[in-house]
């Protein structure tokens, strides 16, 4: 009975002594999986978005909406742009169509995700034909293709140029102001 016991005891030992061994090898020369697959997709998401900006600068129509999800919405820099999926097609169809949509180069992104889910957000600032510009959005991953759900697109203005512009603007402004106000759209 007791070298029974004593067996037991080498065994259950061995197995745990085995098992520590790879965990530490497994930690040792590779990262936890959801570190990896959350910087996967993160790198996915990133070529997904460089893809999409290469499509306009390509006007490259059937891609670029590819690129985004079926209920995809853009916000552009004016204040009225707040484009449906549908919408937004039709009003880029003919600058696609003449073969010239819009060229954005990022020049820097941060990727926000969170393990094991399906959406992300992200922040950019690209060189446009307006300057610096900031989009922002939301990606989604729907059939294993990361996809642009939500995109806002932003004129950045120098803090010190702020109240030049405002000034420059204001007469636009509060005419919309009062138009969305009639119009019960703002509250």
Avoid at 30 to 55: C, F, G, R
Avoid at 102 to 124: C, G, H, P, Q, V
Avoid at 138 to 143: G, K, L, P
Wanted: charged content about 25%.
């Amino acid at each position: 009975m007791k070298k029974l016991i004593f067996l037991l005891a080498i065994a259950c030992f061995s197995c745990n002594n085995s098992d520590s061994q790879k965990t530490a090898s497994e930690t040792k020369n590779s990262e936890p999986k959801s570190e990896v697959s959350e910087k996967n997709s993160q790198a996915k998401i990133n070529t997904a978005l460089e893809n999409w900006h290469k499509a306009a600068a390509t006007a490259n129509f059937e891609d670029y909406f590819g690129l985004m999800t079926s209920d995809g919405i853009f916000i552009g820099t004016d204040a009225t742009e707040n484009w449906q999926n549908n919408e937004f097609r039709e009003f880029a169809k003919p600058y696609f169509d003449k073969g010239k949509a819009w060229n954005f180069t990022t020049l820097d992104r941060n990727i926000y995700t969170k393990i094991d889910s399906d959406l992300a957000w992200f922040d950019e600032l690209l060189s446009t034909q307006m300057g610096i510009c900031r989009g922002s959005g939301i990606m989604e991953n729907v059939d294993g293709a990361w996809k642009v759900k939500h995109y806002v697109l932003s004129i950045t203005i120098p803090n010190n140029d702020v109240a030049e512009v405002t000034a420059m603007k204001k007469q636009k402004d509060s005419l919309l102001i009062s138009t969305l106000k009639m119009g019960n759209l703002v509250n």
